[in-house]
């Protein structure tokens, strides 16, 4: 994690302290210097709790690809399921994104399409194409963020 995303990550959690402060300020039994001070701690805690359990989960995913141990010439059964599984997230992704959204995507990506070439098939803009094309790998990064290391894995085995 770089210093500038810890700096804004502090700020977070000590404006986070802040609005649960205010929120719940009827109930506080304590000096709000007291208050402050246990939740900003508490708070630091839980984040590095939750830090650790992120890289226990990458390191676990790296584990379980060097188990596999990819290769491209010889079928793996488990590089096989990891793909199908990835395929059907992603497809289930993409049906649920807003029709036109889904239909410059599948423009785009599945039939190799430029913006240009889409924006004259729909009869609409290249910056509108361009948006929807942002704004559907936008949820489906969102909905597949916790498959990320794994993808990246794929991607960069196999050159894709």
């Known amino acids: 994690m770089g210093k500038k995303n810890i700096c804004n990550k502090k700020k977070y959690i000590v404006q986070e302290c802040f609005v649960n402060l205010w929120e719940n300020r009827d109930d506080i039994t304590v000096s709000y210097e007291s208050y402050l001070f246990r939740a900003v701690h508490n708070r630091c805690i839980s984040h590095f709790r939750s830090l650790k359990v992120h890289a226990a989960y990458e390191d676990s995913v790296k584990q ?7 290769h491209t010439e010889t079928p793996n059964p488990l590089m096989e399921l990891y793909l199908k599984e ?20 599948m423009m785009s990506r599945y ?7 889409i924006a004259d098939e729909l009869g609409i803009s290249v910056r509108t194409v361009d948006a929807h094309l942002y704004n559907a790998l936008k949820v489906i990064k969102e909905e597949l963020k916790d498959y990320l290391p794994l993808i990246a894995l794929f991607f960069w085995k196999f050159g894709i």
């Open 86 to 105: 990835i395929n059907e997230l992603l497809q289930q992704c993409v049906e649920n994104l807003p029709e036109k959204c889904r239909l410059v995507f």
């Open 64 to 70: 379980k690809l060097k188990e596999a141990e990819f």
């Open 111 to 117: 039939q190799g399409m430029k913006s240009q070439e």
